[in-house]
């Protein structure tokens, strides 16, 4: 069974999206632990950066620049970091996003492209890495999904689809490999302030957090939480997230209420005007 013995000295952890935002804060959660964090993401010079922070904290850490939107990525990886280090043993698949747009004002590859990085990678990359973690007898793979696609939050089609998708993919992985030492949780983030996108978003605008909104800090928490304790799901959000989640399932008209209360629809319409002035939302 998977547990903490994929943390602390000995090992290595993946983590992706972590040349900026919440990815930092996993990596630097995880490396706390004693064992060994390979940073990932597009940007070599951010990378650089993170890692000589962390070190610098006293963290054991290393960087290998990928795109996982691009062909071949995840393998080529995961290829990298088994002759560099011998394998991974956690993997968090962390990058993702969203581009904060409509959906009819984006073409059908700008919208895939979402669902390329937020599902595709992913299953792509914990594809690459199962069969070192099934030879070793040993694995965890934490994927992070967002409250999106419950919530209805506005303008977020294509990504709400692929978060949903993560959370499909977890239960069967978790389900089909850890009898075989190998586990699998999902960390579904409501709205998330202090780093990130949502953080961005609310500079951006101008606009303050809203007290929906968890610290980043909690997320990275989380992460060790769902190792440690092999958790199947755990929601990031202040309040009875759980309990949330399953009544937006039993009431799904609810979720657009919520974000109107919760100020989500102006935030976002504020971010759109600001990014794409000229098109606006059609009444
Ligand atoms: N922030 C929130 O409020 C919130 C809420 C719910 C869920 N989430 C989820 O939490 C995770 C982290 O979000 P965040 O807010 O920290 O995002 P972020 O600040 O935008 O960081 C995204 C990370 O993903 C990497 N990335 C983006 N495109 C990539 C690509 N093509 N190939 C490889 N790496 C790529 C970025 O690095 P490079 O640019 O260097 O590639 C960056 O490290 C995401 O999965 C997001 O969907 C966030």
């Known amino acids: 069974m998977s547990s903490s013995n994929v943390l602390?000295?000995?090992?290595?952890?993946?983590?992706?999206?972590?040349?900026?935002?919440?990815?930092?804060?996993?990596?630097?959660?995880?490396?706390?632990?004693?064992?060994?964090?390979?940073?990932?993401?597009?940007?070599?010079?951010?990378?650089?950066?993170?890692?000589?922070?962390?070190?610098?904290?006293?963290?054991?850490?290393?960087?290998?620049?990928?795109?996982l939107t691009q062909p071949g990525a995840a393998t080529n990886l995961a290829e990298t970091i088994e002759r560099q280090r011998g394998g991974v043993d956690l993997l968090v698949n962390n990058a993702g996003g969203d581009p904060l747009r409509?959906?009819?004002?984006?073409?059908?590859?700008?919208?895939?492209?979402?669902?390329?990085?937020?599902?595709?990678?992913?299953?792509?990359?914990?594809?690459?890495?199962?069969a070192g973690m099934l030879r070793r007898g040993r694995g965890h793979i934490v994927n992070i999904s967002a409250m999106a696609?419950?919530?209805s939050f506005p303008y977020t089609e294509v990504y709400a689809a692929a978060k949903d998708g993560v959370i499909g993919f977890t239960r069967v992985l978790r389900s089909d490999y850890r009898p075989h030492g190998v586990s699998a949780s999902v960390l579904i983030l409501g709205a998330i302030r202090d780093a990130g996108q949502g953080q961005r978003m609310l500079d951006e605008s101008g606009m303050k957090a809203s007290r929906f909104m968890a610290p980043a800090e909690a997320v990275a928490r989380a992460v060790v939480t769902a190792v440690k304790k092999d958790r199947a799901e755990l929601v990031i959000m202040p309040g009875p997230g759980r309990l949330l989640r399953a009544v937006m399932d039993y009431f799904p008209g609810l979720g657009p209420a919520v974000n109107r209360a919760a100020g989500a629809d102006a935030t976002m319409q504020k971010i759109i005007e600001l990014r794409e002035p000229k098109t606006g939302v059609s009444a």
């Open 102 to 130: 409509e959906f009819h004002t984006m073409t059908i590859d700008e919208n895939l492209r979402t669902l390329q990085l937020n599902l595709v990678a992913p299953v792509a990359l914990s594809h690459a890495v199962l």
């Open 149 to 151: 696609g419950r919530v």
């Open 8 to 67: 602390g000295v000995g090992s290595t952890a993946l983590v992706t999206g972590a040349s900026r935002g919440i990815g930092t804060l996993i990596a630097h959660a995880i490396a706390h632990e004693g064992g060994h964090v390979v940073l990932t993401g597009r940007s070599a010079a951010d990378l650089r950066a993170v890692t000589s922070e962390l070190a610098a904290a006293g963290a054991d850490v290393s960087f290998v620049p990928a795109d």
